[in-house]
């Protein structure tokens, strides 16, 4: 629920706090104090569209903020902290802050949890958190959508497998249609997907003709760097084997010989130091890893003899074929090979079509078998709901003043749809004789302000939206009639938080809280400027508030008597 709500510098309001809690809050005042800034502000927390001329006149911005808790496990908290919100946790529950200021140019900022956040953020968790219903929020009620879920929601609640059903109707429904989609896909693209199976199989018989190995690019590449610069390479290995072990061609002197004579010279005198016959022991392993490098440089010189020009000429042969390939169908050999690997999997899947149609028609008809029978039954249990909805909500009606207007819920057949196969259509027939008509039709909005009361009244226990604002839903009504109203938002109130804001005293005496906002004129440079303060009425100032509101005269001591005495009436045992 919505624990206090803080406004500044919106409208004709200043700065003022309203403290709500749980149970009926009511707002009343004079007209123009500033009633429907309130309501303002909450839309504005809800992620309504800015308006610049709602900034109070000579501000800068305005802003309103909310201190909202909620239990521990509420959606809205998920959503809330995936936007990176800061929540304060206690035993049992959570409190969330949601934030807006609007400049005076028009543009505004949100704010969840102390963190920025997109506009949309406040959207989301606003469809979570609370419902508003005003002369100008009825469109709700007029969306064919809004009606099928408001039936939904109660069709779960009357029938206990309404919501499995239903759910499973989903999940056959998305099954159905995929089908229904891959098999379209099928059929209309039969020759395009002919000539792909052709052009498939011609690519892959090029590929397969030619065998590339793994990475046999780069090693191909190499040899052929490798054999044109035989000659080359012979020569350096010869010249760098005589560097090393020159006795093996004549009587020069090289590296292994010096080493040979540096090592028998130290040796003569290493047992005189053991520091010089560790540097013995290090001179011999020289020598034998020249000697090694040696017998190296002579086996790869001799098997250069055999890599000839012959060779060369086969490779890039070779190098030739794998660039045709490389050309057509990747960067590289293994690219090619990673492309054609894939290719044999989609030449599978086109060479199947007939067989794939086939297990699909099947699958088609099997699911379009358990469809129906989902189907019949999600309408069946609406139309048995529709029924109940529509007579609970009726009997409301009959006590907000409209004694012989009817609700009728029709479910018609329509085409298969994700929610079944059925048209939800909120019908009003608002006098006696009267034809039913849609909502938007045939309901004025004081009606269409009455009808959503008797709905959320009935629907009260199993809608999940913790906070409901009416804004002069009792608008056009009075005497018994407005009692009627006041009892109805008692009883939602039981349920969830309700804020109304209301210019009858027969509504505002069944308030568990009452908020008056008053207005005052005040001199600035010589321009009077209106300005409106918010506060909690005490039970006495409730007295007086409630004589205002019944005879204009606050201070009439029959009006303080009759206000008393609908206090009296409206009470209702302590929660």
């Excluded at 003899?305 to 794998?322: H, I, N, Q, T, Y």
């Excluded at 699911?367 to 129906?372: G, I, N, V, Y």
């Excluded at 804001?501 to 906002?517: G, R, W």
């Amino acid at each position: 629920m919505i624990e206090e709500i803080r406004i500044r510098d919106l409208g004709v309001i200043s700065e003022s706090t309203l403290p709500l809690g749980p149970g009926l809050s009511v707002v009343s005042g004079e007209t123009g104090a500033g009633k429907t800034m309130v309501v303002t502000a909450v839309g504005l927390l809800l992620g309504n569209r800015a308006d610049a001329g709602a900034v109070r006149n000579g501000a800068k911005t305005a802003s309103a903020e909310a201190t909202v808790v909620l239990p521990a496990n509420h959606p809205a908290l998920v959503r809330a902290l995936e936007a990176g919100a800061d929540i304060d946790e206690f035993d049992g529950g959570a409190q969330l802050i949601l934030a807006r200021t609007v400049n005076a140019d028009g543009r505004s900022r949100a704010h969840v949890g102390g963190r920025s956040a997109p506009i949309g953020v406040l959207n989301e968790l606003g469809e979570a958190l609370v419902a508003v219903h005003g002369q100008s929020d009825q469109i709700r009620l007029k969306n064919p959508s809004a009606q099928r879920v408001a039936l939904d929601k109660f069709a779960a609640e009357a029938h206990k497998g309404f919501s499995a059903t239903i759910g499973n109707y989903g999940t056959v429904f998305e099954r159905w249609r995929a089908i229904r989609a891959e098999l379209a896909e099928l059929r209309s693209a039969s020759r395009e997907r002919l000539r792909e199976a052709e052009s498939l199989t011609t690519a892959l018989a090029e590929i397969d003709a030619v065998e590339p190995l793994p990475a046999e690019d780069e090693i191909l590449k190499a040899q052929a760097v490798k054999l044109g610069n035989v000659e080359e390479l012979r020569k350096a290995a010869l010249g760098a084997h005589e560097a090393l072990s020159a006795a093996d061609y004549g009587d020069g002197v090289d590296a292994a010989a010096l080493v040979d004579t540096a090592r028998r010279l130290v040796e003569t005198v290493a047992d005189a130091d053991e520091e010089l016959g560790q540097l013995t022991k290090r001179l011999a392993e020289v020598g034998y890893l020249l000697a090694d490098i040696a017998r190296d440089l002579a086996s790869y010189s001799t098997s250069l003899d055999s890599e000839g020009p012959g060779r060369l000429a086969e490779v890039e042969d070779r190098r030739g074929e794998l660039a045709v390939l490389v050309r057509k169908y990747a960067p590289s050999i293994d690219g090619v090979i990673e492309w054609a690997d894939a290719a044999r999997i989609r030449l599978t899947l086109l060479s199947d079509d007939s067989g794939r149609i086939e297990t699909l028609e099947a699958g088609e008809l099997a699911a379009l078998a358990e469809l129906e029978t989902l189907a019949a039954q999600v309408t069946t249990a609406r139309k048995s709901a529709a029924a109940k909805l529509s007579k609970a909500v009726s009997a409301e009606l009959k006590a907000l003043a409209m004694p012989d207007a009817r609700l009728v819920i029709e479910v018609s057949p329509a085409d298969r749809g994700p929610h079944g196969e059925d048209d939800i259509a909120f019908l009003l027939a608002p006098h006696a004789g009267a034809l039913p008509r849609p909502l938007g039709k045939g309901a004025s909005g004081g009606e269409l302000s009455r009808v959503m009361l008797a709905l959320e009244v009935v629907l009260a226990a199993v809608d999940p939206v913790p906070t409901f604002v009416f804004d002069e839903v009792d608008s056009g009504v009075g005497g018994k009639a407005a009692v009627e109203i006041g009892r109805r938002l008692a009883m939602l109130a039981e349920h969830v938080q309700v804020l109304v804001v209301t210019h009858l005293p027969q509504v505002a005496a069944f308030a568990d809280q009452h908020i008056l906002v008053t207005k005052s004129s005040v001199s600035k440079n010589s321009t009077g400027i209106t300005t409106s303060n918010v506060k909690l009425l005490t039970h006495d100032e409730r007295v007086v508030e409630l004589a205002r509101m019944l005879a204009g005269q606050e201070d009439s001591a029959t009006a303080q008597a009759h206000a008393k005495e609908l206090l009296a009436q409206a009470a209702r045992p302590a929660r």
